[in-house]
């Protein structure tokens, strides 16, 4: 069983909002990574993390933004939520293997 | 580049066996990943293989091939609630990327009575 958690796991909010999903892992894992899938649709990734205050971008650009102050923390944020943000975003944490957190699935009104 | 080949869509009935195959093509090779995901949840980890060879795990087995950038997911006595999408994902070796995980597009398997 992966410790790996997210909140909030549904999220309804209007246009122009701040947003941030919090995401944990308590494996004390150094790799983090944000992705974004739209339903039926391929995973892509957004950001990932080597340890703590590394933050890269991934393949698929995102206008959000994530921070890596602890190793067990990697919360992204949406500085002003739009419909074209709708999806869904898992966190996922790694050591030998890569576990996935359950997911916000995110709708932008 | 990076390159993962798996096929669409199964089906498959209740009981039997079936094989998902995913080739890839990938700026070195550090281990390959299979991934059970149900529609709208999050992806689970099923297996993982660094070695040539089979990796059984109950009704589940992977079996790799390096030198054939091949991999095979096998899933026996098939259940209703095996009906998900299976991806393989592949994780190059550190020199060469960002030592991310490329995953593929999966495989939407449906399991008929």
């Known amino acids: 069983e992966a410790d790996i958690y997210q909140t909030p796991r549904y999220l309804v909010i209007g246009t122009g909002k701040k947003i941030t999903l919090e995401c944990s892992q308590t494996?004390?894992?150094?790799?983090m990574y944000w992705y974004q899938q739209d339903p039926g649709m391929e995973l892509h990734l957004i950001h990932y993390?080597?340890?703590?205050?590394?933050?890269e971008k991934g393949d698929l650009s995102s206008e959000s933004t994530v921070s890596r102050i602890r190793t067990e923390h990697f919360p992204l944020t949406l500085e002003s939520a739009r419909p074209s943000h709708t999806s869904q975003y898992l966190c996922?944490?790694?050591?030998?293997?890569?576990?996935f957190g359950p997911g916000t699935r995110l709708t932008v009104t | 580049g990076q390159n993962i080949d798996q096929p669409t869509e199964m089906t498959a009935t209740e009981g039997a066996i079936v094989q998902i195959n995913c080739t890839y093509q990938?700026?070195?090779?550090?281990?390959l990943f299979w991934y059970q995901q149900h529609a709208g949840e999050a992806p689970t980890f099923l297996s993982y293989?660094?070695?040539?060879g089979l990796e059984e795990k109950g009704r589940f087995s992977s079996f790799l091939s390096r030198s054939k950038g091949y991999s095979y997911l096998l899933l026996k006595e098939l259940q209703m609630k095996d009906s998900a999408s299976y991806l393989c994902?592949?994780?190059?070796?550190?020199?060469?990327?960002?030592?991310?995980?490329?995953f593929g597009t999966g495989t939407r398997l449906t399991v008929i009575p």
């Open positions: 996922a944490s790694r050591g030998n293997e890569q576990y």
């Open positions: 494996m004390g894992h150094d790799k």
């Open positions: 993390s080597y340890g703590v205050n590394s933050t």
């Open positions: 990938t700026s070195g090779f550090n281990g």
């Open positions: 293989n660094v070695l040539d």
């Open positions: 994902a592949v994780r190059p070796t550190p020199q060469t990327g960002a030592n991310n995980l490329f």
